[in-house]
Protein backbone atom coordinates (compact mmCIF):
# COMPACT_ATOMS: atom_id res chain seq x y z
CA UNK A 1 0.00 0.00 0.00
CA UNK A 2 1.18 3.62 -0.83
CA UNK A 3 1.76 5.97 2.08
CA UNK A 4 1.16 9.85 1.45
CA UNK A 5 1.66 12.29 4.59
CA UNK A 6 0.44 15.47 4.68
CA UNK A 7 1.38 17.78 7.96
CA UNK A 8 0.46 14.40 10.68
CA UNK A 9 -2.38 12.78 9.03
CA UNK A 10 -1.99 9.97 7.06
CA UNK A 11 -3.76 9.71 4.09
CA UNK A 12 -3.46 5.69 2.30
CA UNK A 13 -4.34 4.53 -1.42
CA UNK A 14 -6.62 1.34 -1.97
CA UNK A 15 -4.52 -1.05 -3.82
CA UNK A 16 -6.09 -0.77 -7.29
CA UNK A 17 -6.72 -4.13 -7.38
CA UNK A 18 -8.91 -4.00 -4.72
CA UNK A 19 -10.56 -1.17 -6.28
CA UNK A 20 -10.99 -2.74 -9.32
CA UNK A 21 -12.55 -5.88 -7.87
CA UNK A 22 -15.44 -4.02 -5.70
CA UNK A 23 -15.88 -2.21 -9.23
CA UNK A 24 -16.59 -6.05 -10.88
CA UNK A 25 -18.03 -7.28 -7.81
CA UNK A 26 -20.54 -4.18 -7.98
CA UNK A 27 -21.53 -4.75 -11.68
CA UNK A 28 -22.05 -8.48 -10.82
CA UNK A 29 -24.72 -8.15 -8.14
CA UNK A 30 -26.48 -5.37 -9.64
CA UNK A 31 -26.85 -6.03 -13.28
CA UNK A 32 -29.81 -8.72 -12.93
CA UNK A 33 -31.60 -6.06 -10.15
CA UNK A 34 -31.15 -3.85 -12.92
CA UNK A 35 -32.04 -5.68 -15.72
CA UNK A 36 -35.33 -6.79 -14.00
CA UNK A 37 -35.89 -2.50 -13.80
CA UNK A 38 -35.31 -2.19 -16.78
CA UNK A 39 -37.78 -5.19 -18.08
CA UNK A 40 -40.18 -3.38 -16.12
CA UNK A 41 -40.13 -0.27 -18.28
CA UNK A 42 -42.60 0.14 -21.74
CA UNK A 43 -40.60 -1.18 -24.40
CA UNK A 44 -39.24 2.21 -26.26
CA UNK A 45 -38.40 3.50 -22.66
CA UNK A 46 -36.71 0.42 -21.98
CA UNK A 47 -34.63 0.80 -25.35
CA UNK A 48 -33.39 3.79 -24.71
CA UNK A 49 -32.02 3.29 -21.41
CA UNK A 50 -30.49 0.03 -22.82
CA UNK A 51 -28.84 1.99 -24.77
CA UNK A 52 -27.50 4.37 -22.79
CA UNK A 53 -26.38 1.86 -20.41
CA UNK A 54 -24.27 0.23 -23.30
CA UNK A 55 -26.53 -2.90 -23.03
CA UNK A 56 -27.37 -2.51 -26.90
CA UNK A 57 -26.98 -0.36 -29.93
CA UNK A 58 -29.69 1.81 -31.36
CA UNK A 59 -30.96 -1.01 -33.48
CA UNK A 60 -31.22 -3.41 -30.17
CA UNK A 61 -28.03 -5.86 -31.13
CA UNK A 62 -26.43 -6.53 -27.91
CA UNK A 63 -23.50 -5.10 -26.97
CA UNK A 64 -20.31 -6.53 -24.69
CA UNK A 65 -18.83 -3.09 -24.53
CA UNK A 66 -19.55 0.29 -22.65
CA UNK A 67 -20.47 -0.89 -19.79
CA UNK A 68 -20.63 1.81 -16.69
CA UNK A 69 -18.08 1.82 -13.79
CA UNK A 70 -20.24 1.39 -11.17
CA UNK A 71 -18.72 3.53 -8.60
CA UNK A 72 -21.79 4.59 -7.16
CA UNK A 73 -23.27 1.02 -6.67
CA UNK A 74 -19.94 -0.49 -5.11
CA UNK A 75 -19.96 2.30 -2.84
CA UNK A 76 -23.50 1.46 -2.20
CA UNK A 77 -23.02 -2.02 -1.42
CA UNK A 78 -19.68 -0.83 0.63
CA UNK A 79 -21.42 0.94 2.96
CA UNK A 80 -24.08 -1.26 3.25
CA UNK A 81 -21.40 -3.84 4.50
CA UNK A 82 -19.64 -1.38 6.33
CA UNK A 83 -22.85 -0.30 8.61
CA UNK A 84 -23.50 -4.51 9.33
CA UNK A 85 -25.44 -5.11 6.30
CA UNK A 86 -25.55 -8.95 4.28
CA UNK A 87 -21.95 -9.11 2.30
CA UNK A 88 -24.34 -8.89 -0.66
CA UNK A 89 -28.05 -8.20 0.74
CA UNK A 90 -30.75 -7.97 -1.49
CA UNK A 91 -31.77 -4.15 0.10
CA UNK A 92 -28.49 -3.19 -0.53
CA UNK A 93 -28.16 -4.62 -4.01
CA UNK A 94 -31.89 -2.45 -4.64
CA UNK A 95 -30.46 0.52 -2.90
CA UNK A 96 -27.45 0.23 -5.33
CA UNK A 97 -29.16 -0.14 -8.29
CA UNK A 98 -31.93 2.79 -7.53
CA UNK A 99 -28.42 4.92 -6.97
CA UNK A 100 -27.29 3.58 -10.29
CA UNK A 101 -30.66 4.82 -12.26
CA UNK A 102 -30.65 8.27 -10.80
CA UNK A 103 -27.15 8.45 -11.61
CA UNK A 104 -28.10 7.60 -15.20
CA UNK A 105 -30.90 9.46 -15.62
CA UNK A 106 -28.75 12.44 -14.46
CA UNK A 107 -26.53 11.57 -17.26
CA UNK A 108 -29.58 10.87 -19.90
CA UNK A 109 -30.64 14.75 -18.51
CA UNK A 110 -26.85 16.03 -19.09
CA UNK A 111 -26.15 14.56 -22.50
CA UNK A 112 -29.70 16.92 -23.41
CA UNK A 113 -28.21 19.60 -21.61
CA UNK A 114 -24.61 19.75 -23.70
CA UNK A 115 -26.24 18.98 -26.84
CA UNK A 116 -23.30 16.05 -26.54
CA UNK A 117 -23.46 13.19 -29.33
CA UNK A 118 -21.51 10.46 -28.01
CA UNK A 119 -21.12 8.66 -24.56
CA UNK A 120 -19.36 5.45 -23.90
CA UNK A 121 -18.60 5.49 -27.39
CA UNK A 122 -21.55 5.07 -29.17
CA UNK A 123 -24.68 7.41 -30.06
CA UNK A 124 -26.11 9.67 -26.91
CA UNK A 125 -30.01 8.27 -26.37
CA UNK A 126 -31.08 11.66 -27.14
CA UNK A 127 -29.24 11.79 -30.36
CA UNK A 128 -30.71 8.30 -31.50
CA UNK A 129 -34.05 8.98 -30.61
CA UNK A 130 -34.36 12.40 -30.51
CA UNK A 131 -34.98 14.43 -27.08
CA UNK A 132 -38.67 13.38 -26.44
Same mark, same amino acid.
Given at each position: ????? !? ?8 ? /????? *? *???? +???? !? ?10 ? /? +?? #? ?50 ? #? ?19 ? #????? /? ?9
Amino acid at each position: MHVIE !IANPVIRRAD /PTIVE *A *ALTD +ARAL !IEPTQRAALDAL /P +AD #VRHVAGLHLGWWDAAGQERQTGRGKAIRPALTIACARAAGGDEAGEAAIRSA #VAVELVHDFSLLHDDIMDSDL #VRRHQ /PTAWSAFGVS
